[in-house]
């Protein structure tokens, strides 16, 4: 249960996080100076820290999104369920790592 919610807030958190890259193309299009603040925060620490973490709902939310799709089709319901939740996590923070290690 503990996941399906997980699996809920990174989805909000997605639209959240859509809604900052939305505004900040279009501000790379139209808005020069507002494009300036918004790089200025993606390039500080904490800025990295928000796109390291939104990383990690992104992979996190993907791989819950297979895990719903793997129990629509009946399997992993029984004794598999928590390894299959764990192996989310556990995913879900290895791919961010990996993705921030290649940048």
Not at 3 to 25: D, E, N, P, Q
Not at 26 to 37: D, G, K, M, R, T
Not at 63 to 83: C, K, Q, S, Y
Request: net charge neutral; proline share 1%.
């Amino acid at each position: 249960m503990a996941m399906s919610v997980a699996h809920r807030l990174t989805g909000i958190a997605l639209y959240g996080g859509m809604l900052l890259f939305t505004l900040w193309l279009i501000s790379l299009a139209f808005y020069p100076n507002i494009y300036e603040i918004f790089s200025s925060f993606f390039s500080s620490s904490l800025g990295k820290l928000f796109l390291f973490f939104y990383t990690w709902v992104f992979l996190h939310h993907a791989l819950g999104g297979l895990r719903h799709m793997v129990n629509d089709f009946g399997h992993g319901l029984e004794d598999a369920r928590h390894r299959i939740a764990q192996l989310t996590l556990v995913g879900s923070a290895i791919g961010t790592v990996l993705v921030w290690c290649t940048l």
